[in-house]
């Protein structure tokens, strides 16, 4: 191999080492960089400030099209504006950008894709099947990253929420009451998990407003959609009902949210074998093969072939 072909090997590996470290950073956010962005911000809501622009910022932009694929009427008490709040989105402009978003890549991208495709040898058939795979791509995208942001969030809420109920138990043993436990736990929890953190103080403002305790903590379910947090909820309303202890009763849940969280831990653990199986077979497997049966068989096909052949 002469010198240009190393070089052009490197740059693809390059190329495709950045390509993947990008998508995995931009897939999978660390922990460690948000909690320093929030720092250095110096602000708990800044990300939900810039979150509110940039979706006021989309909204005005594709008012004209959004209008394609939103929802005629109904769209208030949709499964779908109750995936919005699961999200966080609660922006009153979210739904006008998720939808002005989706119809903008449903006509866009099949426009891209046929300027691109206007120079080649792509035909009939199989150009309108490219473009009816695009148009599919961009309806269903935006749905597929809500669904991610979904499913983030709540396992934020999931992997925080027994050491929230651990504050709440050591307030509540202090002499706290419940409002104030809740209060100094949203505080306390900030660095933390700031999602969790601001559910909670949702809570404590709908509780100064006037709403009861149960209707408040209802609501709180239902934002988050996260199973433990409704449990929560029917544990501290059965508690009150009952007159039992409320601190036992969260000292009781909170272990067996840790149990329940080193299960789904152990569980992911044990699914790593079966996920590598795949890889294994369709990338490391080949590559081992030939580096392995490769010079095997020039050599048979060098000396072994010739041979059969003479005779």
Known sequence: MTIFEYGFLALVFVLVVGAVMGAVSLLAPSAAQARLRSLVLGHPHAGAASQHRWAQWVAALTRPIS???????????????LRFVHAGLRDASAPAAFFGLKSLL???LPLLGYALM?????RGNTLLALLLLLATFGYY???????????TRQREIFETFPDALDLMTVCVEAGLGTEA???RVAEDIQLKSPILSDELRLVNLELRAGADRERALRNLAMRTG????????TMISQAERFGTSIAASLRVHADMLRTRR?????????????KLLFPLIFCIFPSLLVVLLGPAMIQIYRVLLPTLAAH
């Not at 206007?118 to 792509?122: H, I, L, P, S, Y």
């Not at 935006?142 to 942001?149: D, T, W």
């Not at 996260?226 to 909820?233: A, K, N, P």
């Open 67 to 81: 209008k394609l694929s939103a929802p005629a009427e109904g769209f208030e008490k949709s499964s779908l504006r």
């Open 106 to 108: 449903t006509l866009g």
């Open 118 to 122: 206007a120079g080649t040898d792509w």
């Open 141 to 151: 995208g935006p749905n597929v990253v809500l669904g991610r942001m979904v499913a």
């Open 181 to 183: 436990a809740l209060n």
């Open 226 to 233: 996260v199973d433990e947090v409704d449990g929560f909820v």
């Open 262 to 274: 080193r299960q789904r831990a152990e569980e992911a653990a044990a699914k790593i074998a079966l």
